[in-house]
Nanobody, 118 residues
Framework: QVQLVESGGGLVQAGGSLRLSCATSGSIFSRNFMGWYRQAPGKQRELVAGIYSGGSTSYADSVKGRFIISRDNAKNMMYLQMNSLKPEDTAVYYC????????????WGRGTQVTVSS
C-alpha cells in the first residue's frame, strides 16, 4: 500500500508562485507514474501534470510553461512548482500514484487547496 500526503497549498496572489509537495510512503514499484490532478467547483477533475519513473513529463495546455513537475526518488517526494498563478488555477490539487507490478495499483492523496486571489 502507498500513502500520499500533499502539502504546500494555500492562498497566493495572482502572478505569484507556490510549490506543492507530495510525500510518499509504503512500497513503491520501480515502474510508476505520479501526477497532479486538480478539481475546481463545477469542473471535471483535470490532470495538470505527470511524471514517469523514467523522467518523462507531460502538462495540460492550461499550465504549460507555468508549472513544473519534478520528483526526487531518493526522498520519495514529488513536487509541483506553480508560477504565474491565475485565479483559474484555484482548485483542490491531488497527488496520484500508479504503479505496475502483478497488477496496476492506483492511489490518491487527500488533496490540498490552492486559492489564487485576483
Amino acid at each position: 500500500q502507498v500513502q500520499l500526503v500533499e502539502s504546500g497549498g494555500g492562498l497566493v496572489q495572482a502572478g505569484g508562485s507556490l510549490r506543492l509537495s507530495c510525500a510518499t510512503s509504503g512500497s513503491i514499484f520501480s515502474r510508476n507514474f505520479m501526477g497532479w490532478y486538480r478539481q475546481a467547483p463545477g469542473k471535471q477533475r483535470e490532470l495538470v501534470a505527470g511524471i514517469y519513473s523514467g523522467g518523462s513529463t507531460s502538462y495540460a495546455d492550461s499550465v504549460k510553461g507555468r508549472f513544473i513537475i519534478s520528483r526526487d526518488n531518493a526522498k520519495n517526494m514529488m513536487y509541483l512548482q506553480m508560477n504565474s498563478l491565475k485565479p483559474e488555477d484555484t482548485a483542490v490539487y491531488y497527488c496520484t500514484y500508479t504503479g505496475w507490478g502483478p497488477d496496476e495499483y492506483n492511489y490518491w492523496g487527500r488533496g490540498t487547496q490552492v486559492t489564487v486571489s485576483s
